[in-house]
């Protein structure tokens, strides 16, 4: 799932779903816009950028909210009844709606070398279609990284989920010399599994998780760079500055 909102007791996990309809509500702010220096001076990550195909992962402003609150009442899952449904999911929209958006305000106070979790929001030309996180914790003793992730039920499938995970992943190990990822999916979520296995990671024991008064069965995953597939899209990165190396334990 994706600390994008209230994480579950298992912690991060992934599903492999993607893009909304294009309705004005969910468009967020063209990116072309040039981001306040001052404000990325007082928190590095807003300047953080990665480019993939025709992806780009950018950590969301809060001019970003407005599109953000229109996805998350979208729908994200064939299934209400399924083992794979997210704790944070199930529950009113417009509860879901504010827990999310006051968990993303969390999460940029708490960036700092001993822990981090950046989010990313997933766009499509100006379109947010989901999100993606890097979580980290003691990176610079560790060397780990896990993942999740999540996007709206009506374009699952279509090869997002792969690329997106794949563009972390490029940052991780190529940028923030990361050791290991590491990730997890409920046994049902074949996609998210699928996904993990494409990018080269492998099975890493199961674990029996509680959620909501529910047993799960977790698939863990790992991967190392020299496992890691790569994707046949350029990756780029912008943004990653000396002091947000600092922030996130990854200098040198």
């Known amino acids: 799932m994706s600390p994008t909102t209230p994480p579950p007791a298992s912690g991060t996990r992934e599903i ?3 893009v909304v309809d294009t309705a004005p509500s969910d468009t967020a702010p063209s990116d072309t816009a040039v981001v306040d220096t001052a404000l990325v001076d007082a928190y590095p990550p807003f300047g953080l950028r990665i480019s ?13 909210l407005p599109a953000y609150t229109a996805l998350l009442r979208r729908p994200v899952f064939a299934d209400m009844s399924s083992d794979q449904v ?14 999310a958006v006051q968990f993303q305000w969390h999460l940029r106070s708490k960036v700092r070398p001993e822990g981090w979790a950046i989010s990313f ?7 947010l279609i989901g999100m993606q996180d890097l979580i980290a914790s003691h990176f610079a003793v560790r060397g780990v990284v896990s993942s999740g992730s999540w996007l709206t039920l009506d374009q699952q499938g279509k090869g997002h989920g792969k690329l997106m995970r794949q563009a972390v ?51 863990r995953f790992s991967l190392t760079p020299e496992q890691f597939r ?16 600092a922030r996130l334990g990854a200098q040198g």
């Open 86 to 99: 997210f704790p944070w999911y199930d529950m009113d929209p417009e509860q879901r709606v504010s827990s």
């Open 230 to 245: 790569r994707p046949r899209a350029e990756v780029g990165v912008e943004g990653l500055t000396d002091a947000l190396r």
């Open 169 to 219: 992943l490029v940052l991780a190990f190529d940028h923030l010399s990361a050791r290991r990822a590491e990730t997890s999916a409920v046994v049902s979520n074949g996609p998210s599994c699928g996904v993990s296995r494409a990018c080269g990671y492998r099975e890493d024991g199961l674990e029996v998780i509680e959620e909501n008064g529910r047993a799960k069965t977790i698939q």
């Open 52 to 64: 993939a195909g025709d992806l780009t992962l950018r950590p969301l402003r809060d001019a970003d």
């Open 16 to 18: 492999d779903t993607a």
């Open 121 to 127: 929001g997933i766009f499509l030309g100006e379109q």
